[in-house]
């Protein structure tokens, strides 16, 4: 089991850049294949970036492919989001989550969840 708090988050104009993170507490974070997915008000929880156990394999959504660079540290039990070139429409809080097994897209496949960090891209 593991618990997850995002950090980083803020206002940025567009055209910015912003590094979220992740720090994981438990002894087994290298087990686990870890996502960031976003939901903006009023609309579903969406896919964001996901990177495997051993942060050789990733995959991003089509909208921030290109932008977005997902990374992680095991040695420091952290998850990293680097967001390039923001969009006004990238605003939404952005949560990390945690599973064991393969890649997924979908957030009902993951079991772990932190609370989510908000991020604001103005125009």
């Known amino acids: 089991q593991i618990q997850l708090v995002e950090s980083g988050g803020g206002l940025v104009q567009a055209g910015g850049s912003l590094r979220l993170s992740c720090a994981a507490s438990g002894r087994t974070f290298s087990n686990y294949t870890m996502g960031w997915f976003r939901q903006a008000p009023g609309k579903e929880r969406e896919f964001v970036a996901a990177?495997?156990?051993?942060?050789?394999?990733?995959v991003y959504a089509d909208s921030v492919k290109g932008r977005f660079t997902i990374s992680r540290d095991n040695a420091k039990n952290t998850v990293y989001l680097q967001m390039n070139s923001l969009k006004p429409e990238d605003t939404a809080l952005y949560s990390c989550?945690?599973?064991?097994?393969?890649?997924?897209?979908?957030?009902?496949?993951?079991?772990?969840w932190g609370q989510g960090t908000q991020v604001t891209v103005s125009s």
């Open positions: 989550a945690g599973r064991r097994g393969n890649m997924r897209s979908s957030w009902i496949d993951y079991n772990y």
């Open positions: 990177i495997n156990w051993g942060g050789y394999s990733t």
